[in-house]
């Protein structure tokens, strides 16, 4: 799963790669490994310096794309007070890890990081901090079992970093950001992006869902939508500064509810954000299918730039699981959603996450998945073995599938899936494609393009190409990826 393509993406952002077999990394939702190759841009002005000269910080990033993206804002942060980003926690006076809780898995690897510092190595006048998911979760727990740690603040805090960061400059031992009851989005005057032609921009934040298995409303808190006319000025502003992609980030895009005058839908904003001057591409991640309207594929069909791509999680094939799960639609419910978007005018890929082993997920149910499989034919499926998380409904539930049949399970649906993947990827070949390039590989002198649909495509190619859109022909295709040459 890990990538040795040399991307253009970059550093403080020091992402995570795979868990064990489940297929994440290349989620729409999730961040993949990542090598610098340029450096990464700030974008806003930077207007204060607080801190004295040539304070460092290294900030490492685990789980979603929102957390990379609020990494993204706390690095703005930051560089707003006079810090400067360093590669590695050696260099750094303040070491912060952005966190993950949404599988076991996930959350324990900040601790093992944490234990870096326990077993004697020197940290000194170091502050070391914990943000996002688990320190929402472990609150100030952390304290405890970490006692390096002087910073401990979850995502619907992060308005608050500047003062919690004062208060350790001027030598408070311990400060908290742990209240979800705060209505507003993190706005940031910098944010430290690390990619020059995709911006990533925060819609919504929290969640409002009770998904049975999740642990996302408990740490990220309640839905909070930004008004439309600040999420387009900072389009405009970014196009104005190069950038051609927008990728609309949130727990449930769909949901978005504008707080502004202008009460803009979903789907309004979509077409708003299309038709603004310079905007070549408008991604979006991730739809509720319970919220997922016709108007957004109605939107996508009327407006070149928004890009043929839903990804639209669907977690069980079988609706007795769905029922459990809380999701609040039945699998007939969600292959209606399918067939509107197959439906449109022009081909859109999709793509879903799906978790197996759930609570009493019987073999039947499972069989139901992978027959869901078969009619929805996926271009992409991001799967996952359940992982029983607190403060959620079915932490009380016996987790009675065992780990060991949970592993099967994944590995039946993720072959079925890659001969789907390879099936639908064969239709491609002799096709031209516009790609936006986004990396090379110097040892193949091959340049990676992604297509609109999510595809990505190597083909021979010149480093300088980073950045263009470019059209290529496909002549092969494997479940992954597809190989070309210029058109
Ligand atoms: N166990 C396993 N997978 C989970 N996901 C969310 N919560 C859990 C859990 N407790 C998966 C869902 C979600 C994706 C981001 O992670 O598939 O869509
Ligand atoms: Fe993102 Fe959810 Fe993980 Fe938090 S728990 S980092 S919101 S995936």
């Not at 930077?46 to 460092?56: I, P």
């Not at 910073?151 to 908290?176: H, M, N, Q």
């Not at 002549?475 to 992954?480: E, I, R, S, V």
């Amino acid at each position: 799963m890990r990538s040795k393509l040399v991307q253009i993406l970059a550093p403080a952002a020091a992402v995570e790669g795979s868990e064990g077999r489940e297929s994440r990394g290349k989620n729409p939702g999730w961040a993949s490994p990542r090598h610098t190759l340029l450096p990464t841009l700030p974008t806003g002005t930077v207007t204060c310096s607080a801190a004295t000269s040539e304070r460092t910080f290294y900030l490492e990033t685990f789980g979603c794309q929102m957390n990379v993206h609020d990494s993204e804002k706390v690095s703005g942060v930051l560089m707003s007070r006079g810090y400067r980003p360093v590669e590695n926690h050696e260099e750094a006076d303040l070491i912060l890890y952005n966190t993950c809780s949404i599988r076991e898995k996930a959350a324990q690897k900040v601790f093992s990081r944490l234990g870096v510092f326990k077993k004697g190595h020197h940290y000194g006048q170091k502050i070391i901090g914990v943000l996002g998911c688990v320190a929402q979760q472990e609150g100030e727990s952390i304290f405890d079992r970490a006692p390096q740690v002087s910073l401990v603040c979850g995502s619907a805090s992060y308005s608050r970093l500047p003062e919690l960061l004062a208060r350790l400059e001027t030598g408070d031992r311990r400060v908290t950001g742990l209240s979800l009851e705060i209505d507003e989005c993190f706005e940031t005057e910098l944010t430290r992006r690390d990619n020059p032609f995709r911006a990533y921009i925060t819609i919504i934040e929290g969640c409002d869902k009770e998904c049975a298995y999740c642990v996302v409303p408990s740490t990220r808190g309640p839905e909070r939508s930004r008004p439309s006319e600040k999420i387009l000025e900072e389009c405009r502003r970014l196009v104005d500064r190069s950038y051609t992609e927008i990728q609309y980030l949130g727990q449930n895009v769909n949901s978005y509810r504008d707080p502004s005058p202008a009460r803009l839908s979903f789907a309004e904003l979509l077409a708003r954000t299309a038709g603004l001057p310079g905007v070549k591409r408008v991604r979006f991640t991730t739809s509720h299918p319970r919220d997922f309207t016709p108007e957004i594929v109605h939107a996508i069909e009327s407006h070149p730039a928004l890009c043929d791509q839903v990804h639209l999680p669907v977690q069980s094939g079988s609706s007795r699981v769905l029922a459990r799960m809380l999701r609040g639609y039945t699998r007939e419910e969600y292959l209606t959603k399918i067939d509107c978007i197959k439906r449109a005018r022009r081909a859109i890929s999709i793509s879903t996450d799906i978790i197996v082993g759930f609570c009493d997920e019987t073999e039947e149910d499972f069989g139901e998945t992978l027959s869901l499989l078969d009619l929805a034919e996926y271009d992409q499926v991001f799967s996952f073995k359940y992982s029983p998380r607190p403060n959620t409904a079915a932490r009380d539930w016996a987790d009675d599938v065992p780990e060991e049949e949970k592993g099967r399970r994944l590995s039946v649906l993720q072959e079925r899936q890659r001969e789907i993947q390879l099936r639908r990827n064969q239709t491609a070949v002799g096709r031209e494609f516009e790609v936006l390039v986004e990396g090379f590989q110097p040892r193949l002198q091959q340049a990676v393009g992604r297509t609109t649909s999510n595809r990505l495509i190597n083909f021979p190619g010149e480093p300088d190409w980073i950045g263009r859109y470019l059209n290529v022909r496909v002549t092969a295709a494997g479940p992954n990826s597809l190989v070309g040459v210029r058109g």
